[in-house]
């Protein structure tokens, strides 16, 4: 055999062999990408820990922005695992999260702040038995001085460059740059972004505000103060700070003291296709030292022979409004409304736990042990529309009839009712993203 024939046969060898060893290069190349397997959230009082599962240990930049207030946290390039987005509620520093691709090849996640806050701690933790590799950060929470202060600083690798290969690297100082425009530029299909779970991103959630009572009907009347005012009053103060949110298109039942039957009311939420409906009311029982709020979703059956009592005196306002299914049989008709109705039970339940959680953080006072409870009120019964009623608190106590006809009171009711909304959709579009 000449020499040129052995020769073409080593470089047909090395073809082969190349080719074959060409899947697991590429194999190496890609595992040897950083890849985030979930981000879960925890909280300990009112600190918030934020923890990134990663496929291996990597280099970081971490600071924070104002107006808002954000969370910024720098990564090598990154390939994201599909998972359920989750949201701390109860005390975090945390509203939502988002990410992108910056034009020097980074990966950029963005955490919105509910308040201002500090990097406690950030560090790493290497993958053993039981858990992969670990980015933690702890936030804690601070005045506005502090984040101030504290917002210049950057923990991590502050030259943070893309491996090789990569984009070229930006400029060292271009960490405080915004890029909010790039992020949310970003193509949420791709594999680089999480599931767009920022609620209120997209949409506007149609949320219908009852106030109980009103016109010939005043609803509950003690120590000089009446329901149908009351009501009126703090659902008009809960739809100012709704709308001023940018979140909501916000619908009264009624908006001046005038008689609408319970049937109006709720055949209003479904005619405005409503996201939520918030019924509102003041209570009265027949003994004056009982005081505090409920919130009642709904139940065939009452929860106890108190709120069933309740219940009977709302329920002689009007009528059960009927759902219109004549395209189908009554039988028909029967189980679809009672799926439709158990679904938005469940809605309807998470929505008051929710509730109940921001009362408790706002300092809205509450009726233990007990809070929510559940009764057959006819204006949670529309089958299509998730629903609670808030009775505030009790006028037939002296001293919450005096707090609750403050303006001051119906400021604190309706910023906890806003915060309970925004938790319920924040937690519906993490659930939707799954």
């Known amino acids: 055999m000449g020499t040129g024939c052995v020769r073409k046969h080593k470089l047909f060898f090395i073809i082969i062999i190349s080719l074959l060893l060409l899947p697991v290069t590429l194999y190496a190349a890609v595992s040897s990408r950083l890849q985030i397997d979930g981000i879960r959230f925890g909280f300990s009082g009112n600190d918030t820990r934020v923890v990134l599962d990663l496929n291996h240990k990597t280099k970081f930049r971490a600071f924070l922005l104002d107006r808002p207030y954000r969370l910024v946290l720098d990564l090598p390039p990154v390939r994201w695992k599909t998972f359920k987005a989750r949201f701390i509620e109860n005390n975090s520093a945390l509203k939502s999260y988002r990410s992108g691709t910056l034009a020097n090849g980074l990966t950029r996640i963005i955490f919105d702040l509910e308040k201002p806050a500090v990097i406690r701690d950030l560090f790493t933790l290497p993958a053993s038995d039981m858990e992969k590799n670990r980015l933690v950060i702890d936030l804690s929470p601070c005045s506005e001085a502090t984040f ?15 491996p090789a290969g990569a984009a070229a690297a930006a400029d060292a100082d271009s960490y405080a740059a915004d890029q909010d425009k790039a992020v949310r530029a970003a193509d949420p299909g791709t594999e680089q972004s999480p599931p767009p779970a920022v609620f209120g991103q997209n949409k506007k959630y149609v949320v219908v505000l009852d106030p109980g009572h009103g016109g010939h009907d005043p609803g509950a009347e003690d120590n000089g103060v009446e329901e149908k005012y009351l009501t009126l009053a703090m659902a008009k103060e809960v739809k100012r700070e709704l709308e001023a949110t940018g979140r909501y298109k916000v619908y009264l039942t009624r908006d001046r003291d005038v008689y609408v039957t319970l049937q109006e009311r709720v055949e209003m939420s479904r005619r405005v296709h409503a996201d939520l409906f918030v019924s509102i009311h003041a209570n009265k029982y027949d003994r004056s030292d009982v005081r505090g709020a409920l919130i009642f979703s709904f139940s065939e059956k009452a929860s106890d022979k108190e709120t069933q009592l309740l219940a009977d005196s709302e ?13 189908q049989s009554p039988d028909v008709a029967n189980i679809l409304i009672d799926l439709a109705m158990r679904e938005k039970m469940n809605e309807s339940n998470l929505f008051a736990n929710l509730l109940i959680r921001s009362f408790e953080q706002r300092g809205v006072r509450l009726l233990m042990p007990h809070p929510h409870r559940s009764a057959n009120f006819v204006v949670l019964r529309a089958p299509d529309v998730p629903a ?5 608190g009790f006028i037939s106590n002296p001293r919450e ?9 119906h400021r604190r009711l309706a910023a906890a009712i806003v915060s309970g909304i925004n938790a319920y959709f924040r937690k519906m579009v993490a659930l939707q993203s799954h």
């Open 148 to 162: 101030s202060a504290e917002k210049d600083n950057v923990i991590g690798k502050r030259d943070l460059a893309p």
């Open 315 to 327: 329920n002689n306002a009007g009528y059960i409004a009927g759902v219109d299914m004549s395209a």
């Open 388 to 392: 609670v009623l808030i009775e505030t």
């Open 401 to 409: 009839a005096q707090l609750l006809d403050t303006n001051a009171f």
